[in-house]
């Protein structure tokens, strides 16, 4: 239906032809005239309307008249003619106009009829018109124009019109599309291509049309929903699953048919494969017709391996669905965390750290072994899960906790560490002396562990440490010696007065800490120049593997000296001692040199010992041969008083004789220039050779002998000359002092290994006093008896035995006798064995 009329023809007005048509007639007149300026003077004239045309002048004023005569004749024809033309359209249009009036009435009326819009585009450029009420078509209050089409429809929807609407204007294709508002409405919209225009009609969609677009809408959505479902189903990998009205399985997702080895859903289905045992299920059934909830963790093969599945089933309006989550993993993690639990419960019960730990709720849900003995807690009571308030007061009711004037406001105070998110560590001085570290530390998940460390030891400890570094100090202090103690970064750490003062060194400097380097340093001018400072700076900051003990001696140039330590301690430090011991140096200087003054004088005097020696021996032994002439009567006879003199002669000249001899043997003891002669010696005939040897003394003096020697003594191997001379020495100087009528008694035993020779007398015994002096030299203590010797007996005994590599032993008492033990090594046999 064409709603626009078409617009008349074109005319040109009569007037404007009648005007056209008087104007060239005047102008042909004009042109008859001889000239213009004869024109100009007959209208200047005033003589033309009196029609003098007798002028010359008066013919351009008479073709004028002639002319507008003639315009005005035609003028008036044209014009009756035109208004009856005119008067005859007029009269058509009228008729059209009302036609058109009655056309555009019904096209409003069909337009109003229905919420549609009409929109008209002349050409690419031209004019829009819009046809309707765009109110019913945009959104309630809306201020947008109809088309701007992105303000009041879905932009996917906005953007398919408009490039249709383009694709019309451009190549007249015309389309048929609904889109939807932003409000959820449907609108058609129809677009075609009309006489060389655009049209696009929107028509909003209602009844059964709308719902049947909506209902096509969420059925697009629910489908689309649907396989978003599915996809995410078959994306996950716990099993998921569907069941009919029947209890049988109708949908079952990937993980579901990985698990239970189908070919895929309809696999499942077909051939009902089934995840859970038949108890399981049966128990889901039972559940599902009571529309509960089946929730249980049960053992299944999936994918041919044993696992532990969650697995949770909901009756559906259509059946049932289920999930089944696999705890393998977190079965293994809870039973490690279990046995890591005991673990740590076991590790704890043996801290002595006390700890407690409290949930969220604020109830005790661990404790160790060391808490309960703290606070001598019953086990039951602990095992009842009691508030941390409730354990506060009955502490508190037992006297355990700080006395505290507001009990109220002290345990708010302790309960508000609940509440913190950063541990706090306070101190509890307990009303039985002792003290307390607590540590309130918040949990992650909520609640407080409680670490209660008992310090009273450690304070003590603490407290007696101090004191004993205060007391070392000043003991230190008190000391002449200096004493530096270095720690094991080489640092000085500790020091005393003496130290200070023996290197001539501030406390401040010292106080710093410097290290070993820097102390040498300042030690530097006392120093010596021998280089003893390495070693002790080496024994302080070295690295050797085995810490030894250092001890040099430092000669300073001021002339002191001091004796210097370093000792390595047990935790790494080392401790330098500096002793001055100019004094004992000086001392020990003097001594040295009045030794060796006095080894040069032994020395000498052994010297002269035995030169003299040698040179009284040979005048000796002359006497001595003489005197036996003598004796001999060889030369002549003798009479009584000659041979008694001969005979004093002999045997003083014998006992001097010994002596030489005896100091001949220490001068060659100590030259070390003695040999023994070892051969097999017979024990008892070697004492009784030394016997015979003072048996004219033991006559002389009334003294009886007595040997005591086993048969099976055997023998042993040593220089017999020496043991017959040792024998020889005891003897005599057991017979000199004893009594007459006293007896001597020689002994020989084999002891062990050893053999040991005795000799015992009933003599005066030696006083206490000089009992350890008579192996010395030149010792002789012949106080009370009518012994006279030098003093060099019993020095040749021991000297003699100690050569054989045995030793010597003494008892005596005064008044008891003397009993002298000499001890040889024995390496014989029995008698019989030394006479085979």
């Known amino acids: ?92 249009l009228v008729t059209e106009l009302e036609a058109l009036r009655g056309a555009e009435e019904r096209a409003e009326l069909l337009v109003g009829s229905e919420r549609q819009v009409l929109v008209l585009w002349t050409g690419r450029d031209g004019e829009t018109s819009v046809a309707g009420d765009p109110a019913g078509l945009l959104p309630a209050g809306s201020s947008g124009r109809l088309l701007a089409f992105g303000s009041w429809l879905l932009p996917p929807d906005a953007g398919q019109l408009e490039g249709a609407i383009e694709r019309l204007r451009n190549r ?47 059925q697009a959505d629910t489908g689309q929903r649907l396989e978003t479902l599915r996809a995410l189903l078959d994306a996950i990998d716990q099993p998921v699953w569907l069941r009919g009205q029947d209890g049988h399985l109708a949908y079952a997702n990937r993980a579901y048919c990985r698990a239970v080895e189908a070919g895929g859903t309809e696999d499942a289905c077909q051939r009902s494969l089934e995840l859970m045992e038949r108890s399981d299920r049966a128990e889901a059934a039972r559940r599902r017709a009571d529309g509960e909830i089946f929730r249980a963790r049960v053992a299944a093969i999936v994918a041919g391996s044993r696992h532990v599945l969650d697995i949770t089933e909901a009756p559906l309006p259509a059946g049932a669905g289920g999930i089944a989550q696999d705890v393998s993993e977190l079965e293994a993690i809870r039973a490690d965390m279990q046995r890591l639990m005991k673990a740590h419960t076991r590790t704890l019960d043996q801290f002595p750290t006390a700890v407690a730990m409290f949930d969220s709720a604020q109830r005790l849900v661990f404790h160790n072994a060391a808490y309960r003995q703290l606070w001598n807690l019953d086990d039951s009571f602990l095992a009842s899960r009691p508030s941390d308030g409730e354990i506060l007061d009955r502490l508190r009711t037992a006297r355990l906790l700080p006395e505290q004037a507001d009990y109220r406001a002290w345990k708010a105070g302790v309960l508000d560490a609940y509440r913190s998110l950063e541990p706090r560590e306070t101190w509890w001085y307990l009303p039985d002396r002792r003290t307390l570290r607590v540590v309130a530390n918040p949990n992650p998940q909520g609640g407080l562990t409680y670490l209660f460390d008992d310090v009273s030891d450690r304070m003590h400890l603490e407290s007696r440490y101090n004191s004993l570094i205060k007391v070392q100090s000043e003991t230190l202090n008190t000391l002449s010696e200096g004493v530096a103690l270095f720690g094991a970064d080489g640092r000085l750490r500790l020091f005393n007065r003496a130290f200070a003062n023996q290197w001539r060194l501030d406390d401040p400097v010292l106080a710093g800490e410097p290290h070993v380097s820097k102390v040498v340093e300042l030690c530097q001018p006392l120093s010596p120049t021998d280089g003893s400072w390495p070693d002790l700076t080496a024994a302080v900051s070295g690295f050797s ?14 002339g002191s000296v001091l004796e210097c330590a370093a000792e390595p301690l047990p935790d790494g430090g080392t401790l330098l001692t500096f002793v001055d011991v100019t004094a004992s140096v000086n001392v020990e200087r003097a001594l040295t040199e009045r030794n060796d003054a006095l080894e040069l004088a032994s020395r000498l005097r052994n010297e002269f010992v035995h030169h003299v020696s040698y040179e009284l021996r040979s005048p000796l032994t002359n006497i001595i041969g003489f005197t036996e002439l003598l004796g001999a009567e060889t030369i002549g006879e003798l009479n009584e008083r000659q041979r008694e003199y001969a005979g004093h002669i002999m045997q003083s000249s014998a006992a001097l004789l010994a002596i030489i001899n005896d100091i001949l043997d220490l001068a060659s003891i100590d030259a070390d220039t003695i040999e023994l002669a070892r051969e097999r010696i017979d024990v008892r005939a070697t004492i009784e050779a030394a016997a015979k040897g003072i048996n004219d003394r033991l006559v002389e003096d009334r003294l009886s002998l007595a040997i005591d020697v086993p048969a099976d003594i055997g023998s042993f191997t040593g220089d017999a000359k020496r043991v017959r001379q040792i024998l020889f020495n005891l003897l005599s100087n057991a017979a000199g002092f004893s009594s007459p009528g006293q007896t001597i008694t020689v002994a020989a035993r084999r002891v062990g290994r050893e053999i040991m020779l005795s000799v ?59 009993t002298v033990t000499c001890y040889f090594p024995g390496d014989g046999g029995p008698a019989q064995q030394i006479a085979a």
């Open 1 to 92: 239906m064409n709603i626009c009329p078409s617009r008349p023809r074109r005319r040109r007005p009569l007037i404007r032809r009648l005007s056209a048509a008087g104007l060239g007639a005047g102008a042909v007149l004009i042109g008859a005239t001889p000239s213009s300026a004869g024109i100009l003077d007959l209208l200047n004239s005033g003589y033309l309307p009196s029609l003098q045309w007798f002028d010359p002048r008066s013919a351009f004023g008479f073709a004028i008249l002639t002319g507008l005569v003639i315009f005005s004749t035609t003028l008036a024809i044209l014009h009756i003619r035109e208004r009856r033309t005119w008067t005859d359209r007029e009269r058509e």
């Open 545 to 558: 593997d085995t810490r030894l003990r250092v001890e040099t001696r430092m000669e300073r140039p001021d």
């Open 172 to 218: 007249g294709e015309g389309f048929r599309l609904v889109a939807r508002t932003i409000e959820g409405r449907y609108i058609d919209a129809e677009g075609r291509a009309v006489r060389g225009r655009a049209l696009l009609r929107l028509r909003e969609v209602t009844g059964y049309r709308a719902d049947l677009l909506r209902t096509e809408a969420e």
């Open 760 to 818: 015992a007398d009933q003599g005066r015994g030696i006083p206490d006093e000089v009992r350890a002096r008579v192996f010395d030299r030149f010792e002789s203590h012949t106080k009370g008896t009518g012994h006279r010797g030098v003093g060099l007996g019993l020095s040749i005994v021991r000297s003699f035995v100690e050569l054989h590599g045995g030793r010597v032993e003494l008892a005596s008492e005064p008044g008891a006798g003397t």
